[in-house]
């Protein structure tokens, strides 16, 4: 009912900054959290950055300080733009959306959909 488009990972030098961006589409009634994790290899999925509708920001602490989420409303779309990047960042990154999206027969239903994935590198 909802999908999700990452984009803006690669490659980048330690010191380097990156730009992710990931668009919601479908039947969008609302959305609610807006959010980024990463998962490097060999280690569990792990919370980067969450954003709530009313733009209250949460980070892990090993990104507060380097990294920033944003949010989109019009768009549908959430950021985060990551700075100061080191060897530690490398992984792969997920976005994360809940909210509700148009059901015929409900009205709206909640929804809670992941992207693809995004290949984030940081090496010399």
């Known amino acids: 009912q909802v999908q999700l488009v990452e984009s803006g990972g690669g490659l980048v030098q330690p010191g380097g900054s990156l730009r992710l961006s990931c668009a919601a589409s479908?039947?969008?009634?609302?959305?609610?959290?807006m959010g980024w994790y990463r998962q490097a290899p060999g280690k569990e999925r792990e919370l980067v950055a969450t954003?709530?509708?009313?733009?209250?920001?949460n980070y892990a602490d090993s990104v507060k300080d380097r990294f920033t989420i944003s949010r989109d409303n019009a768009k549908n779309t959430v950021y985060l733009q990551m700075d100061s990047l080191n060897s530690e960042d490398t992984a792969v990154y997920y976005c994360?959306?809940?909210?509700?999206?148009?059901?015929?027969?409900?009205?709206?239903?909640?929804?809670?959909?992941w992207g693809q994935g995004t290949q984030v590198t940081v090496s010399s």
């Open positions: 479908g039947r969008i009634s609302s959305i609610s959290v």
């Open positions: 954003i709530i509708s009313g733009a209250s920001t």
């Open positions: 994360n959306v809940e909210g509700r999206y148009y059901n015929v027969i409900r009205g709206t239903s909640q929804f809670h959909s």
